[in-house]
């Protein structure tokens, strides 16, 4: 009798639970192969939110359930996905609730990227014309363009070189180095301010820079870099957008992204699929003309820094794709305006992908770096007779270096030398790479140095003879007043012996002055020179071991120990200075620790022309630039 009760009352409690024929829920929807419209599809998932919670009320509100009774409601409804702690027999219904919650979820995640994708317009015609022109020109090989389609932003998968980007060809390295160096501003600079919108899993940030760690076999001589994946594409997702908004104005970004069916595909978190789908695409994908461009291309202007991060980690698959780089090229032209672009460069007729190698041209760095594709490295604008030409007008996140500076064929200006991170784009005749350093005191100076940089410029300001290097001792006796140094009687009638003070001689004569009278000596260290570390990275894929018939291949990470000599140490007191420390180690016998010998590679030019007469050791084969 019992058992029959308790099943009628069974019975009574799932009828009563049945919905009323007007709030009469439908089955479990499939988003993905449904046709209805957003609104339509937004009025049902209400209706039935609505429904769910108006079936729990009801299921409250049953006086059934007793304090015996093995069914238990929580009293207080939180939401309209509240669990029911029922008995078995009730697991559908929960269930139901639960498929019905996920149905509503993933709804309204498809139903975002669904805007998303209508937001974005094809790329009119008449302005993919200009696009393709204004990047390659009418006469680009297939070659250079084979070069820009096949080169992505993807991460080398080697541990040591856990940092970078992998570049497979020449040419797109002017728009992966420019990147690279942001990507280590946030893996190594980052902050807890710098918040990110809907990024989930978000890395832990630094407030100082990264602290090297132990290994037992580096490139890098025992410094280990390494990063989680959740960490690259944080940074990679951060560097992209900063040089979208950058180049926008800091007003508005465009996303340009491929319009091929594989990036819609249905292959969930599975990253290995969607990018394979996508590469086989494009192997069927011809570049060749504008006409392709407004045929592939889709885009969309975003105009706050949070939507252009979503919709950057929406487009990732595309920008890992062959076509990565030159998707980000576009999207930086037109954040930044073809007209724009255009009033940018010294030279609007010649293409920014220079013929016959394919290389990037400096215009396409520059916008990378400062967001103006200006076509020159020095300071601000420079008038020649009535003819201006553009340079870098404002001091930058990651700075630029360059051998054609040792070559005495450009100069860099202090905007791109003193970047506000101590990070260097470093350029050579075919190819970009990455400077970098942990500390970002490296590029403090010291107060010794700022004194003799204040000594010399008032030696240059009172220097009559045309860059001959001498002043007159009307003019010391000024600069000794001006600066307040206080010079023994015996050294200054030294100098006053002659008709000319040279700046050897002052500077000699400052040597034997403490710093607290206005002096360079300083009984701590040597010359006051400076040593820190600085790290080189190299992202092309070279061969780095051989075992076999199995050839590794991958970027390079080299640590480099620099030496700095004060500014305007004469070459002569250098060569004494070497002269002293060789006599020191003879009389000190075989105890002696005897100094590196500096090791020299077209690097260390380039480093010399961010610090003077450096002199550099490494281990292992030379950093390449090449």
């Given at each position: 009798m019992g058992d029959h009760d308790?099943?009628?009352?069974?019975?009574?409690?799932?009828?009563?639970?049945?919905?009323?024929?007007?709030?009469?829920?439908?089955?479990?929807?499939?988003?993905?192969?449904?046709?209805?419209?957003?609104?339509?599809?937004?009025?049902?998932?209400?209706?039935?939110?609505?429904?769910?919670?108006?079936?729990?009320?009801?299921?409250?509100?049953?006086?059934?359930?007793?304090?015996?009774?093995?069914?238990?409601?929580?009293?207080?409804?939180?939401?309209?996905?509240?669990?029911?702690?029922?008995?078995?027999?009730?697991?559908?219904?929960?269930?139901?609730?639960?498929?019905?919650?996920?149905?509503?979820?993933?709804?309204?995640?498809?139903?975002?990227?669904?805007?998303?994708?209508?937001?974005?317009q094809q790329l009119p015609l008449r302005l993919a014309e200009q696009l393709y022109m204004l990047v390659f020109g009418a006469n680009v090989s297939k070659d250079v363009l084979c070069q820009w389609c096949h080169q992505g932003f993807r991460f080398s998968p080697d541990p040591e070189t856990s940092l970078g980007l992998v570049q497979k060809e020449g040419g797109p390295c002017g728009v992966l180095a420019p990147i690279q160096a942001l990507v280590l501003k946030y893996l190594l600079f980052a902050t807890e301010d710098e918040k990110d919108?809907?990024?989930?899993?978000?890395?832990?940030?630094?407030?100082?820079?990264?602290?090297?760690?132990?290994?037992?076999?580096?490139?890098?001589?025992?410094?280990?870099?390494?990063?989680?994946?959740?960490?690259?594409?944080?940074?990679?997702?951060?560097?992209?957008?900063?040089?979208?908004?950058?180049?926008?104005?800091?007003?508005?970004?465009?996303?340009?992204?491929?319009?091929i069916p594989e990036m819609y595909g249905e292959y969930g978190s599975n990253e290995h699929q969607l990018d394979k789908a996508i590469a086989k695409a494009l192997e069927a994908l011809c570049l060749g003309s504008g006409k392709d461009l407004h045929r592939l291309i889709r885009v969309s202007t975003v105009t706050s820094i949070s939507t252009l991060h979503q919709q950057l980690r929406s487009s990732l698959p595309g920008f890992r794709s062959p076509w990565g780089a030159l998707l980000l090229l576009f999207s930086l032209l037109l954040s930044r305006g073809l007209d724009l672009v255009y009033s940018d460069r010294d030279d609007p007729a010649q293409p920014m992908v220079t013929s016959p190698f394919g290389h990037a041209s400096q215009e396409i760095v520059n916008l990378l770096l400062c967001g103006q594709a200006v076509p020159n490295v020095f300071d601000n604008n420079m008038d020649l007779g009535g003819v201006s030409i553009k340079g870098i007008s404002t001091n930058c996140e990651v700075g630029f270096l360059t051998l054609l500076e040792s070559l005495n064929l450009c100069q860099v200006g202090r905007n791109l030398k003193y970047p506000k991170w101590p990070i260097w784009v470093i350029g050579s005749e075919s190819h970009y790479s990455i400077l970098f350093a942990l500390d970002p005191s490296v590029q403090d100076e010291t107060d010794t140095e700022d004194h003799e940089v204040r000594v010399r410029q008032a030696f240059d300001a009172h220097d009559q003879s045309g860059g001959g290097g001498f002043i007159s001792p009307e003019a010391l006796q000024q600069i000794l007043i001006d600066l307040n140094i206080q010079m023994p009687q015996d050294v200054l009638n030294n100098l006053f012996s002659s008709d000319i003070v040279t700046w050897n001689e002052l500077w000699q004569a400052l040597m034997q002055i403490d710093k607290s009278k206005g002096g360079l000596k300083d009984s701590g260290t040597v010359l006051n020179k400076r040593q820190f570390e600085v790290f080189h990275f190299n992202g092309i894929a070279k061969t780095v071991a051989s075992s076999g018939d199995v050839t590794q291949q991958r970027p390079r990470l080299t640590r480099v120990r620099v030496s700095v000599p004060p500014k305007w140490t004469p070459d002569i007191a250098l060569v004494e200075e070497y002269k002293a420390m060789e006599q020191s180690e003879v009389a000190q016998g075989s105890a002696a620790v005897v100094p590196e010998p500096a090791q020299h590679a077209p690097l260390v030019d380039c480093i010399r022309t961010r610090w003077q007469r450096a002199t550099c050791n490494w281990t292992g084969d030379s950093p390449s630039i090449v």
């Open positions: 308790d099943e009628e009352l069974q019975r009574a409690f799932r009828m009563s639970l049945q919905p009323a024929p007007d709030a009469k829920r439908s089955k479990s929807w499939d988003v993905a192969g449904s046709t209805e419209s957003p609104e339509a599809m937004d009025r049902r998932i209400q209706r039935e939110l609505r429904a769910a919670a108006a079936e729990q009320r009801r299921v409250s509100a049953v006086g059934i359930l007793d304090p015996s009774s093995s069914v238990s409601v929580d009293s207080t409804v939180a939401s309209p996905f509240t669990k029911l702690r029922t008995p078995t027999k009730l697991t559908d219904r929960e269930e139901g609730l639960a498929s019905l919650r996920d149905d509503a979820e993933k709804a309204n995640v498809n139903r975002g990227k669904r805007r998303v994708e209508e937001e974005r919108i809907g990024m989930k899993s978000k890395p832990t940030l630094r407030s100082s820079p990264l602290k090297p760690l132990q290994t037992g076999h580096s490139d890098a001589a025992n410094v280990k870099l390494i990063f989680s994946d959740t960490q690259r594409t944080w940074a990679l997702v951060q560097a992209m957008g900063e040089t979208l908004w950058h180049a926008g104005g800091k007003r508005k970004a465009v996303v340009a992204v491929l319009d």
